[in-house]
């Protein structure tokens, strides 16, 4: 059984450019969480999704970032107009529900600005 | 604002040696989950705490939680070069427990041979 698919591993954008990460969580699970982790810090809380709905984005930016999981297909987290700033690894995680299961990772995306 | 605070943030130690990471956190919440990451690599889980005084053993690793003093411990027992990682302890903080996880900074663990 797979786990948590991110791909790709490593995406590089031009600044300007539009950068789109996608994650298949693991099989029977309905929970998709995106993180952001930036060198040498821990992992900061981006937004929470079911299938077709956003539960809780309070940790996106306002602005530029988007994020989706649609009834068919992965979730995709799309930045737009990228900045150097938004270099960093994406991880995505997928859990069966809120019960206390602990959140399985993907491998994340290393976005890298040029 | 939430805080989750991790100490050390760095450990250097020698193998055979007893340590603990603490995690305090600044929020009501009774859910704890321990992680481990090895550069470059994804998050492994490692404990789930979900109440007070749970405590949770696995090799040469345990965890607790105490709710009330908002901290939570993993200690190492007779450490091994294998043990040689980022720790990160993550605190549910979601409303009807959500799953919005809190990270700390994280502990990066030496172990010397």
């Known amino acids: 059984n797979a786990g948590v698919m991110q791909n790709p591993r490593h995406l590089v954008r031009r600044r300007g450019q539009e950068a789109r990460l996608r994650c298949s969580p693991m099989?029977?699970?309905?929970?998709v969480y995106w993180y952001r982790q930036l060198p040498e810090e821990g992992l900061k809380f981006m937004v929470y999704?079911?299938?077709?709905?956003?539960?809780?984005e309070s940790g996106m930016p306002k602005e530029r970032f988007s994020a989706e999981f649609p009834k068919e297909g992965p979730s995709i987290l799309r930045i737009q107009q990228v900045v150097r700033g938004d270099s960093a690894a994406y991880f995505c995680?997928?859990?069966?529900?809120?019960?206390?299961?602990?959140?399985?990772f993907g491998d994340g995306t290393r976005l890298s600005i040029l | 604002e939430l805080k989750v605070e991790q100490n050390p943030l760095f450990l250097s130690m020698q193998e055979g040696k007893n340590y603990t990471i603490y995690c305090n956190y600044s929020?009501?919440?009774?859910?704890l989950y321990w992680y481990r990451q090895d550069p470059g690599k994804s998050l492994e889980s490692l404990f789930v705490?979900?109440?007070?005084?749970a405590v949770k053993q696995e090799g040469r690793l345990m965890a607790s939680l105490d709710t009330k003093a908002r901290l939570s411990t993993l200690h190492i027992t007779a450490a091994v070069h294998d043990l040689s990682a980022t720790y990160f302890c993550?605190?549910?903080?979601?409303?009807?427990?959500?799953?919005?996880?809190?990270f700390g900074q994280g502990t990066t663990l030496q172990v010397k041979p």
């Open positions: 995680a997928s859990s069966p529900g809120t019960g206390g299961q602990p959140q399985h």
């Open positions: 099989k029977g699970h309905s929970h």
């Open positions: 999704l079911q299938k077709e709905n956003i539960i809780d």
């Open positions: 929020t009501t919440s009774d859910r």
């Open positions: 705490l979900l109440s007070n005084g």
């Open positions: 993550a605190v549910d903080v979601g409303s009807s427990n959500t799953g919005k996880l809190i």
